[in-house]
């Protein structure tokens, strides 16, 4: 028997649809657990992509499969709508799916007291908390590329490629392409400062390192897909693309670039 938990968030819609599909998977015979565990054979997200990212965190980044079922927007994460009834009994049961395997990015804050350590599947964000210009000294490997200097650099995956990192004019990467993109926030061009105005899109292979200039930002802070994980100054942060693998549940004819085109055009 297939043990099943449900994640999600509060809206009066998501409340709505976790009841009926808790009936629904009841009266089919599967097993609910009360809270994420071991045993947990596929985890079930109601909500939106916002939803879907809080469950990863709050359950810990498990390799177990992620259904999303979509109350919310875009729902790029989010695979079946609640009406889609038989899909999901079938789907729980192991059948009729396809997995989407996502590498996460992970971020190793050095503080200066020590490592703070945490992981995103869309984005990590490096700006100031408050409303001042950031001043960051990058690497690319073991490369200096510049200061930046602006409002804060985004380093996102192919999965995030289409949340902060699209509204930002960065590219659209299909998720089967294992690669990070960095983009800068508002950077600032003139005759004392030069930085990069576009994405840079990187190899799964090469680490991005942003060191903290001392005479820049009142409190930096850093957010894995939009969760404050650390906020004070800070040594240096290294950012790279983990080995660790999320899996999304998909339909057999899933078709990324169908989405983008449903979604966004």
């Not at 590329?145 to 299909?174: K, M, P, R």
Request: charged share 20%; hydrophobic share 40%.
């Amino acid at each position: 028997m297939k043990e099943l938990y449900i994640f999600s968030n509060t809206s009066p819609q998501s409340v709505q649809v976790r009841e009926d599909v808790t009936a629904l998977l009841k009266k089919k015979g599967f097993k609910l657990a009360e809270e994420f565990g071991p045993s947990v054979d596929m985890i079930i997200v109601i909500g939106g992509d916002g939803a879907f990212l809080h469950a990863l965190s709050a359950c810990g980044y498990p390799q177990t499969p992620f259904l999303g079922i979509n109350t919310g927007h875009l729902g790029f994460f989010q695979e079946l709508n609640p009406d889609e009834k038989d899909k999901i009994v079938r789907f729980c049961s192991g059948e009729g799916y396809t997995i989407q395997e996502n590498r996460l990015l992970k971020a190793e804050i050095d503080t200066g007291s020590g490592i703070v350590k945490d992981y995103a599947l869309n984005d990590i964000l490096v700006k100031d908390s408050g409303s001042s210009v950031i001043n960051l000294r990058l690497m690319i490997g073991d490369n200096f590329i510049e200061e930046f200097f602006g409002d804060g650099v985004l380093v996102s995956t192919a999965a995030g490629s289409t949340a902060y990192n699209y509204s930002l004019g960065g590219a659209i990467v299909d998720p089967r392409t294992p690669a990070m993109q960095l983009a800068p926030l508002a950077p600032i061009n003139n005759k004392a400062y030069r930085t990069f105005t576009s994405s840079l899109l990187l190899p799964p292979f090469l680490d991005i390192t942003v060191e903290l200039i001392k005479r820049s930002a009142d409190l930096p802070a850093f957010y894995a897909d939009g969760k404050e994980i650390y906020k004070g100054p800070f040594k240096k942060v290294k950012i790279s693309l983990s080995k660790h693998i999320i899996n999304v549940v998909r339909n057999e004819d899933y078709d990324f670039w169908g989405k983008v085109a449903s979604k966004f055009l």
